[in-house]
């Protein structure tokens, strides 16, 4: 469902593999050498991390340094190192839909799925992915095409690793984005999937949020708050897009994130709930941030 193939690389070897298309000078080289470092860099520091510390402000940082990198070498027209793509696809990229992403009912053609009885129509509100709460799929751009869907409702509970898996998920997400960009010309058609999926959100009408309990409305309010950041990254990833299919999606996730924005603010004038940081804050050395 989101292929992320890369479109070009040099075979040459790790010593030749950030050069440009064409004949370059020694400020070019040292450009060349200076992103390939610093992309390195980040990608082994990153790897320690999830290996050992577990830092989640340092996963963000670290992705956020390795975002910039990529894309900073896609502009300038310099080749991504091999083993670089590999690392991002290995650990980052393959791992995403395991983590977000979950199948849209329906669209499985198994036996069982094609088993009338057992077919899930994602409309209906479920009252099998929150202990107190409905579900419901909202916000599908893709169509009847998509399969695909974010699973934020089932995120914001307070089990397992989910409070890092939510984190996280939009620096994920703009690594991925920034290898796609790097390694194909700028292009995200291979995961323009993303840009309309929906996602899972609680069914709550604006309405009924003061007859919750604060647990519940704790939950509602961090839904809207990741799936705010989460559009917010999609504009920031496809705004560029030339596609006019993904101009328009781009149009109407920017009026979703309006609307999500507004409801959001009356939500909070009637509950003071602490919003979580998403900025990376690594200590310095000596004190300050």
Same mark, same amino acid.
């Given at each position: 469902?989101?292929?992320?193939?890369?479109?070009?690389?040099?075979?040459?070897?790790?010593?030749?593999?950030?050069?440009?298309?064409?004949?370059?000078?020694?400020?070019?080289?040292?450009?060349?050498?200076?992103?390939?470092?610093?992309?390195?860099?980040?990608?082994?520091?990153?790897?320690?991390?999830?290996?050992?510390?577990?830092?989640?402000?340092?996963? !963000? /940082?670290?992705?956020?340094?390795?975002?910039?990198?990529?894309?900073? $070498?896609?502009? =300038? &027209?310099?080749? @991504?190192? #091999?083993?670089?793509?590999?690392?991002?696809?290995?650990?980052?990229?393959?791992?995403?839909?395991?983590?977000?992403?979950?199948?849209?009912?329906?669209?499985?053609?198994?036996?069982?799925?094609?088993?009338?009885?057992?077919?899930?129509?994602?409309?209906?509100?479920?009252?099998?992915?929150?202990?107190?709460?409905?579900?419901?799929?909202?916000?599908?751009?893709?169509?009847?095409?998509?399969?695909?869907?974010?699973?934020?409702?089932?995120?914001?509970?307070?089990?397992?690793?989910?409070?890092?898996?939510?984190?996280?998920?939009?620096?994920?997400?703009?690594?991925?984005?920034?290898?796609?960009?790097?390694?194909?010309?700028?292009?995200?058609?291979?995961?323009?999937?993303?840009?309309?999926?929906?996602?899972? !959100? /609680?069914?709550?009408?604006?309405?009924?949020?003061?007859?919750?309990? $604060?647990?519940? =409305? &704790?939950?509602? @309010?961090? #839904?809207?708050?990741?799936?705010?950041?989460?559009?917010?990254?999609?504009?920031?990833?496809?705004?560029?897009?030339?596609?006019?299919?993904?101009?328009?999606?781009?149009?109407?996730?920017?009026?979703?994130?309006?609307?999500?924005?507004?409801?959001?603010?009356?939500?909070?004038?009637?509950?003071?709930?602490?919003?979580?940081?998403?900025?990376?804050?690594?200590?310095?050395?000596?004190?300050?941030?």
């Amino acid at each position: 469902a989101l292929s992320t193939s890369p479109a070009r690389h040099n075979d040459g070897g790790d010593a030749e593999s950030w050069s440009q298309h064409h004949h370059h000078g020694g400020s070019q080289q040292l450009q060349a050498q200076s992103h390939r470092s610093r992309t390195d860099q980040a990608v082994a520091l990153l790897d320690t991390v999830k290996s050992n510390c577990k830092s989640m402000d340092a996963t !963000v /940082f670290l992705c956020d340094e390795l975002a910039t990198a990529l894309l900073g $070498a896609g502009s =300038k &027209g310099l080749f @991504v190192k #091999q083993s670089v793509l590999d690392w991002i696809s290995e650990t980052l990229n393959d791992g995403f839909e395991e983590r977000y992403l979950e199948d849209r009912p329906g669209r499985d053609n198994t036996q069982e799925q094609e088993d009338a009885s057992k077919s899930v129509d994602p409309s209906v509100p479920r009252g099998d992915l929150h202990p107190s709460l409905k579900v419901k799929e909202e916000m599908n751009l893709n169509g009847s095409a998509g399969s695909i869907v974010l699973s934020l409702a089932q995120l914001v509970q307070p089990r397992g690793d989910n409070q890092n898996l939510l984190r996280t998920l939009c620096a994920n997400f703009r690594v991925m984005q920034a290898r796609e960009k790097a390694t194909n010309d700028g292009d995200l058609c291979d995961i323009e999937a993303l840009l309309g999926c929906p996602m899972y !959100v /609680f069914d709550v009408p604006s309405d009924d949020f003061s007859y919750h309990d $604060a647990h519940e =409305k &704790g939950h509602i @309010v961090l #839904q809207i708050f990741y799936a705010i950041n989460w559009i917010i990254e999609l504009l920031n990833a496809f705004s560029d897009q030339p596609h006019v299919d993904m101009r328009a999606n781009t149009v109407r996730r920017a009026n979703s994130l309006v609307n999500l924005l507004e409801t959001l603010d009356n939500y909070l004038e009637t509950q003071q709930i602490e919003l979580p940081d998403l900025n990376a804050t690594i200590p310095v050395e000596g004190g300050g941030t």
